[in-house]
Nanobody, 124 residues
Framework: VQLQASGGGLVQAGGSLRLSCEAS????????LGWFRQAPGKEREFVAA????????SIAGSVRGRFTISRDNGKKTVYLQMNSLKPEDTGVYYC??????????????????WGQGTQVTVSS
């Protein structure tokens, strides 16, 4: 599986961005696709994830109510809609995918494939 992320940029606080992650290769029905982010000097953290077949989603508490994850089956693309952005949302955003497994969907180490990252900068 290869992942291509896009949609990052510079935005003022309170603004919105939509990130896209296009997947190529085989995606199993029980696969999960997720978004993670990494701020300078910090560890990569979970943002959101979606189960491909059920459309079930998980959102980190720090972005719940502001970010939404969705997917387009036909385009094999996952989206992260980010609203009401804050300066603390700044970082490199990565999309990731994993084969079906029982490990927690929040674990960075449970993901098998990673995209190249896209920079999101929110100015105050």
């Amino acid at each position: 599986v290869q992942l291509q992320a896009s949609g990052g940029g510079l935005v003022q606080a309170g603004g919105s961005l939509r990130l896209s992650c296009e997947a190529s290769g085989r995606i199993f029905s029980s696969s999960a696709l997720g978004w993670f982010r990494q701020a300078p000097g910090k560890e990569r953290e979970f943002v959101a994830a979606i189960i491909w077949s059920t459309n079930s989603t998980s959102i980190a508490g720090s972005v719940r109510g502001r970010f939404t994850i969705s997917r387009d089956n036909g385009k094999k693309t996952v989206y992260l809609q980010m609203n009401s952005l804050k300066p603390e949302d700044t970082g490199v955003y990565y999309c990731a995918a994993r084969n079906p497994k029982t490990l927690s969907i929040y674990l960075t180490s449970s993901y098998d494939y990673w995209g190249q990252g896209t920079q999101v900068t929110v100015s105050s």
